[in-house]
């Protein structure tokens, strides 16, 4: 029987990082991946494949519609959709391949099947009907999250589909139903917009993007109904007639009344994701979960039976690759007899449609229902001069700082490269730092960036641009 330090089951980024520390720290490590490939969703059906998938179709749009104003002549551009789904492909192996030769690098034994926990320091692992049991010191659960569905509607993949199959169809859908107004249906709707679908965007709540900044979102609507993109909000799917040609979807409104059908012919279900526990053997092995499903763990991601430990999708917190990351560093090191410690203060989230959304820290809603008092700076991307020159001036950077302190509490920006610019405001909210800090920095001339510095300013009113 093979006897390890660590065995991590899930390769995801969570999983795979915290092999990789945990090797780093001197420990004999195996990870279990029930997958043909390394990395999780993120890397196989989720982030990076999605990335890919904006990037080209970004490309696609520019060339019909904005070379021209700059002078540069094309003929209208014409789409390859299986050209562009081996360029995705291209991206996802080039990852996996990195993954795996990480895990030889580190000396990590890549263990393929199913996982499951028998109990403190045993792991059942099972692939082609055959089982072999391993001993280990330390389990870490780093199973991710899976597609959470929505009753009544079944999702084929073909003309129901996830994110997964969203990700893979092949052919544009005239007319595209997204059930769900988060990051990720946003992200995918943007995707075949941009490749001529029409799109139309069912959410139960009366907003977009629950969970960010409420002015942060309405801009953001505003501009993506600019695209064309049409909003239902205050909606929910309630059933979709998969009899004829086209999807027939009744859409309800969430408060009661009369229904509605939107006929399309693909309709995605992004609803959310759920953790995945299933099979893991985690109910016989003691080891508790929440009332949402979650495996229950205390601040040093411990769950209720020693020497098993819970990290990423699967534990509470946002379902974000970089926490699962920082959280699979974090218990490495507890587990090495280090100080690991993750601040979920500062964790930012971007979606990367054009222009993109970042945020990071406290939204203008938490402040409120906190009773802190807080100071506002924006400034938009009209008053910013690389912005104009370029010709990309939506959106605008909004700074929430302490009315007392002067302490940096939550950043929130709309526009290009908005995923780039988040984290000199998250460097400065690791340290502590105020509006006068952030203001006080020399920016580049011209960068976007000067429009966080002139956001700071404008904390104290004092904006130089604007």
């Given amino acids: 029987m093979a006897t390890y330090d660590l065995v991590v089951i899930g390769t995801g980024p969570g999983g795979y990082v915290c092999a990789v520390r945990a090797a780093q720290l001197g420990m004999k490590v195996a990870v279990v991946e029930k997958n043909a490939t390394l990395g999780g969703t993120c890397l196989n059906v989720g982030c990076m494949p999605s990335k890919a998938l904006l990037h080209a179709s970004e490309m696609f749009e520019e060339a019909g519609h904005s070379f021209a104003k700059m002078g ?5 551009p014409k789409l390859d959709l299986p050209a562009m789904m081996n360029f995705k492909q291209q991206g996802i192996d080039g990852n996996v391949k990195g993954v795996e030769f990480l895990m030889k690098k580190n000396k990590i034994d890549v263990l393929k099947g199913t996982g499951k926990i028998l109990g403190t320091g045993k792991v059942e692992v099972s692939a082609d009907g055959k089982s072999q049991a391993i001993e280990t010191k330390n389990i870490v659960i780093a ?12 999702i084929d993949e073909k003309r129901i589909v996830s994110s997964t199959g969203a990700l893979s169809l092949d052919k544009v859908p005239g007319k595209l139903l997204i059930v769900g107004a988060g990051v990720i249906g946003l992200e995918l709707g943007s995707v075949w917009h941009r490749l001529g679908a029409e799109v139309v965007v069912v959410e139960f709540l009366d907003r977009i993007l629950p969970g960010m900044d409420g002015e942060i979102a309405k801009q953001f609507q505003r501009i993506l109904e600019k695209q064309g993109f049409a909003f239902k909000l205050g909606a929910k799917v309630t059933a979709v007639d998969t009899s004829g040609k086209t999807l027939k979807a009744t859409v309800e409104p969430a408060a009661g009344g009369n229904a509605e059908t939107l006929e399309a012919d693909v309709v995605l279900v992004c609803i959310g994701r759920v953790p995945y526990t299933e099979g893991l053997g985690l109910k016989e092995a003691g080891v508790a ?10 601040a040093h991601f411990a769950t209720s039976v020693k020497g098993i430990y819970a990290i990423g999708d699967v534990v509470a917190g946002p379902m974000l ?46 402040l409120k229902q906190a009773g802190v008092a807080y100071t506002v700076g924006k400034f938009p991307f009209t008053a910013n001069g690389r912005s104009k020159v370029n010709q990309t001036t939506d959106g605008f950077v909004k700074i929430l700082a302490d009315a007392k302190t002067d302490r940096v509490l939550g950043v929130h920006i709309i526009g290009r490269e908005a995923g780039e610019m988040i984290h000199e405001a998250c460097v400065l909210m690791e340290f502590g730092g105020s509006a006068e800090d952030l203001a006080r920095t020399c920016h580049a001339h011209p960068t976007r960036s000067e429009a966080v510095k002139e956001a700071a300013l404008a904390v104290g009113k004092r904006a130089i641009h604007m």
């Fill in 289 to 298: 979960l929440d009332a949402r499903g979650r495996v229950q763990i205390d």
């Fill in 72 to 76: 540069v002549s094309v003929s209208a």
């Fill in 321 to 366: 690759a970089h926490k699962a990351e920082d959280e699979g560093v974090a218990v490495a090191e507890i587990i090495a007899g280090q100080a690991g410690h993750v601040n979920y203060d500062v964790i930012p989230g971007v979606v990367y449609t054009t222009p993109e959304v970042s945020s990071v820290g406290k939204t203008e809603e938490e």
């Fill in 143 to 154: 199973t991710g999250s899976d597609i959470a569905r929505l009753k009544g509607i079944d």
